[in-house]
């Protein structure tokens, strides 16, 4: 699994700036079963426009080549509905909370060859996902 880290700072010009990085990305020979999975939480401090922001991401996720979108937090559950009213089919989005639990969840979605994007804002704490996947616990 390749993990992009960009779970330090997230605000929607920045989670804009990801998607069409991640969709630049390509995936190599030896990932030939390789999924692009965009795990993205909470853009915290956005006032009153929190919930349209997210959804609107949600929108842009969906026009994306993203295979499989997992949202972590509240606020980015609005991401997985914005997603899903863009089209995005129903088995490709997952939404948990941001449960030390959920990310041992979140890990057993993953197989090799995929290549992560990890985004939030960093009082969402995702580097959680990253221990869960080398067994540093959650």
Request: aromatic share 4%.
């Amino acid at each position: 699994i390749t993990i992009i880290n960009d779970a330090y700072n997230a605000n929607p010009a920045s989670m804009a700036a990801a998607l069409e990085v991640f969709k630049l990305r390509k995936l190599t020979p030896a990932q030939p079963n390789g999924r692009k999975v965009a795990v993205l939480g909470d853009m915290l401090e956005l006032g009153t426009q929190a919930e349209q922001l997210h959804y609107q991401l949600g929108q842009s996720v969906a026009a994306s080549d993203t295979d499989l979108l997992i949202t972590s937090g509240p606020l980015a559950e609005h991401i997985a509905r914005g997603a899903l009213e863009a089209g995005m089919n129903k088995q490709t989005v997952k939404t948990f909370s941001n449960d030390d639990a959920d990310f041992a969840k979140i890990a057993d979605l993953l197989r090799p060859g995929d290549t992560v994007l990890l985004k939030a804002s960093r009082a969402m704490r995702m580097e959680r996902l990253i221990r869960a996947l080398t067994g540093g616990g959650a």
